[in-house]
């Protein structure tokens, strides 16, 4: 009966090259599910970004927003300036370093004030 099934869906592929381009349909769909994991919450997602573009200032920036949101401050802080130090770098585009400076600046600027109100 099975084999009548896939005869009909098929046709007069071989058994074999279906069963081949299954195993690779479903290593493919496993892939997308890991992949699409990263992008379920926004820590892993920044943190994965850093991984594949370590010196770019937004990503650095946006790394910091999110430990930040979680009330990482110190961590935070770490990674705003970095995300600064990138932002003065000399290889980045002058768009991505006036963003990256800017955003970073104002950054630092607000964590040390909720780290500033934290020791009181």
Not at 10 to 20: K, S
Not at 42 to 65: D, F, I, S, T
Not at 67 to 76: F, H, N, P, S, W
Not at 83 to 91: I, V, Y
């Amino acid at each position: 009966m099975l084999s009548r099934r896939m005869a009909w869906m098929c046709g007069d592929v071989p058994p074999g090259l279906v069963a081949i381009l299954v195993v690779v349909m479903l290593t493919l769909a496993t892939s997308t599910a890991r992949y699409a994991s990263a992008w379920a919450h926004e820590l892993p997602l920044w943190q994965r970004a850093v991984r594949l573009a370590p010196e770019k200032p937004r990503v650095l920036n946006n790394l910091g927003v999110a430990l930040a949101a979680q009330g990482r401050l110190v961590e935070a802080r770490t990674w705003f300036e970095r995300a600064h130090t990138a932002g003065h770098s000399p290889r980045r585009p002058a768009w991505d370093r006036v963003e990256g400076e800017r955003t970073s600046r104002a950054n630092l600027k607000a964590v040390d004030a909720l780290l500033a109100g934290l020791k009181r």
